[in-house]
């Protein structure tokens, strides 16, 4: 793949991704700079399906009527960051 970031070229490797099934994580090279990084991705996760009995919400915005699901709302997870100045090769 070809990657153009501020008038520079780059090629990356692409990567097929794996099936939502395979528990092995394919570690990730990443490269910045001239320095290359290992990295594991999280887990996939395969997104739950939405029940068919689920309660619709009608929403009113200026005059436009919606519908949407009013799915139970999920708990908190913290977002996950790279610290890229402490990472250990």
């Not at 739950?48 to 009113?60: G, K, Q, R, Y």
């Amino acid at each position: 793949m070809k990657l153009l970031y501020r008038g520079i070229s780059y090629e990356a490797p692409i990567q097929p991704a794996p099936a939502p099934s395979d528990s092995s994580q394919p570690r990730v090279r990443l490269m910045y700079r001239g320095n290359t990084y290992e990295y594991t991705p999280l887990p996939r996760v395969a997104p739950e399906p939405i029940p068919a009995d689920a309660p619709m919400v009608t929403l009113m915005y200026r005059g436009n009527t919606y519908q949407r699901l009013s799915l139970t709302p999920q708990p908190y997870q913290q977002p996950c960051a790279l610290n890229w100045r402490w990472m250990s090769s």
